[in-house]
Every structure is written in structure tokens, then in C-alpha cells.
């Protein structure tokens, strides 16, 4: 056979995938690994003789992932245990880390020196979802390749090419963007960028808050969601004068009931956190040395801070995937159960993808961890595997406080399903207490506070099931435990 005929059905070998699209692969793993395709002998000998001029700067090029969140490394761990990733999967990202688990960013990382603060590679995916720790060396020995500090800034779906800050060329045969939020910020021209006011959304981020409060005597935090409340707590275990500013009427409004809100805001209150509610913000003020040193409020009053915290929520990040098919209403890429997007070979997961949400039959959006890995997961299944059952999430969210050591005590409640509905609250909040939302009779949500490892997992299992439950037996338990036993027993009936 001669040497064209010989490169031509050697590249005859091609694996099909669900986009369509037609990807050629060596026959052998074991080649594979010795020529990535940017190495091969079949594009060497073609390169040769001048048919092929474009470079790429991707070795591995059959899977893309854009975006170094959550959601990216959960895709890593589905690809490589799929068999899947070892010379085919690339990562770029605009930060200088391996994929980690966020959460602890405005929780145990922003902890002081003496009380043990989490740090890398302590929480490099997947370790919060219970596997093994995803740190750079576990990559490379996967056969992943990761770019890093080089974010997508432009994309030609029609060349399956992606563009990096940095001007690199990158090829995909399906491309998965798993790109997050971006923490929505205060404009320049009220403040929003003066030194000492701070974001959180990734490590370098954190790096910055905490540097400012080795020096501060008084923070501000604007924000009275999830970012709020978990760095007003961290910023108690520095012994600093802390206000929350918000301009609801109680914290975390999107999900607590005003009874519910009012326990919490006194436990903060014990721990010496301020609260302004109901408040709007004219802007921020600097000081003679250029840093933030006054919060204005719209009424004319103003809190003193030498450090300002702005968590106000978070817009998804798009970027160069603009002209993807955008959900309007929600916010973020369109996509179906599948994570596909509408244009083949694309797929979208973690906050950035407004999906339907299969037990409620609504789209949505979810800006969590849990929707993140669970995402992931569901998406890479898909695309590699004959799994076709769409995507069946429930709603779940969390918060832990005040779990520094020396802490009087420590908070964490979970919450499952959908906050619709009447709602009945059971117990005192010393420590257990449950809320409980009912709609046309169904238990639809719950939330328990200090719950019992075998409590906080008959909560899905509620909140799933979504039974018929008796109120006035509900509202009539003496503790949480004998409310739960009551929901549990309507599970069975």
C-alpha cells in the first residue's frame, strides 16, 4: 500500500459523537497517549506535504472545557471515569489554580491564622463531594491538559475554534463552557473600585479580603444574601466592629420566612453584628489616603469602615458565548436537559446554564456547588455514554457559620425543594428548629437547622416525594424531631 493510501485509511479510524461531528482517534489507547493528535504521525506526514497550516495550541483536543469552577473539575473527574480523558480533554481557565470547590471562599478560608483557615490544595475538586482531591499533579497524571491564566476572550463556532487572551488558537471537537458568575460590582464612579472594597469570587479575591482584615478595625458588608451573612461571621471570628447594610427588611429575603430571618439576625446580634435594614447606598467614600473609609447611605447618614465587602449577587459569565442562544428572562445559556445548547457540539453546565427544572417544570437557573457537580456529571454522561434521561435536579442549598474554633457555636442548615406555599415553623432555634412549606397540601420545601446526619437525608427524600401532610398535626409537633417523624410517616401513606 502506498504511504497516501496507507495515511488515508489510518485516518478513516474516526469516532462518531453526539454532535454529529466526526473525530479522528488512533485505534489503540496506548497510541493515542504516545501521539496526541497534535503530534501524530498522520498529521506530521500531512503537514509535510503542505495540507494542513493552521496551529493550534492544544494538544488535546476532542474535549474542551472553558472555566476552572466547580463544574469544570466534576467534568474532569465523569471524563476520567469514562476512560475518556487521557489525551482528548483540555482545560482553560483564567485563574492560576486547578478547579476548587468555591464554597469555602467566604467560609472556612476567610478564617484568622490562629483559628485554621482552609487553604489549597486542602479543597481542590472533587474533595467536597466526597472523592479524591483533583490537585494540578492529578490532572497530569490523568492526561489532562490544563491552560491556565488564559481566559477565552473569542469564539468561531463554525471552525470549532476557540481564542485566549493571550492570542492562542484552540480546537474542539465539543466544547463544554462551564464559565460561572462574575460577582456584580458597585460602578467607579460611586466607589466601587476603591482600595479596601472587595468581591469575592475566587482565591485571589479571598487573598485580598484577608490581607485587608489582618488591618481592619471596622467592615462593612453590603449584602445581606449567602456572601453576607457567611463573611459578617467570618469577620466576627477577627474580633472586628461588623454592620451588614441591606435594603430588604430582613436577611436572606429570597428563601427565609420573616420569622425564620429574625432568629438568625439575633444570633448575629449576639455575636456582636450590626444590622441596617431597609437601606439604599449613595456611594462610598475614601479617605485622605485613597482608601475606602465611609459607606453613604441614601438617606444622608453614613457608617464609618475601612474595609467594605460588596456581596450583592452575580451575573452569569458569557463572554465570547454571546451569540449563543441566551435565555432572557433568567439570564445565562440555553440549554435542554442535556446541557446541549442549540448549536451541536456545544454544551453548557454550573450557573452559567438556565435549564429546565424537570420536578417543577419551569426553566431556571441555579447558582450552586450541588447544581454545579450534579451538572457536570449529567452532562459528560451524555456526551460520552447512550444516558439519556434528562436532567432531574432538586433544588438544595446550605449554609455553615460561625465554625471557627473557640465559635460558641456552630450553624448549618439545608434546605430542599421549593419555599412556595404556607409555611410552618417547629422549634425554638436552641439549636434545632424546621420550616416547613405546604402548597394545596403537599410538603413542597424544607429547611432544618442543626439537624442529625440521618435528618438532613430524609430532607430530599421529602422535598422529592412532595407528600400530603396534615398542617395542623405539623404546627401542633413539640420539637423537630416530632415533625419530621410526622412528615416521614406521610411518606409511607
Known sequence: ?????????????????????????????SLARRFPARFSPIGSRIASRGLVTASFANENREFVIVGGGNAAGYAARTFVENGMADGRLCIVTKEAYAPYERPALTKAYLFPPEKKPARLPGFHTCVGGGGERQTPDWYKEKGIEVIYEDPVTGADFGKQTLTTDTGKQLKYGSLIIATGCTASRFPDKIGGNLPGVHYIREVADADSLISSLGKAKKVVIVGGGYIGMEVAAAAVAWNLDTTIVFPEDQLLQRLFTPSLAQKYEELYRQNGVKFVKGASINNLEAGSDGRVSAVKLADGSTIEADTVVIG??????????????????????QVDGLFRTSTPGI???????????????????????????????????????????MYDYLPYFYSRVFEYEGSPRKVWWQFFGDNVGETVEVGNFDPKIATFWIESG???????????????????????????VDKAKLASASSVEEALEIAQAALQS
Open 442 to 468: 403537599r410538603l413542597k420545601g424544607v429547611l432544618v437547622e442543626s439537624g442529625s446526619p440521618e435528618e438532613f437525608q430524609l430532607l430530599p427524600k421529602l422535598a422529592r416525594s412532595q407528600p400530603i
Open 312 to 333: 450583592i449577587g452575580a451575573k452569569p459569565s458569557i463572554g465570547p458565548f454571546e451569540t449563543l442562544a441566551m435565555n432572557k428572562n433568567i439570564g445565562g445559556i
Open 347 to 389: 454544551f453548557a453546565i454550573g450557573d452559567v446554564a438556565a435549564f429546565p427544572l424537570k420536578i417543577y417544570d419551569r426553566m431556571t437557573r441555579v447558582e450552586h456547588v450541588d447544581h454545579a457537580r450534579r451538572s457536570a456529571q449529567h452532562c459528560v454522561k451524555s456526551l460520552l455514554t447512550a444516558h439519556t434521561d
Open 1 to 29: 500500500m502506498s504511504p497516501v493510501r496507507r495515511v488515508m485509511a489510518l485516518a478513516s479510524t474516526t469516532l462518531p459523537t453526539k454532535s454529529g461531528l466526526s473525530l479522528w482517534c488512533p485505534s489503540s489507547p
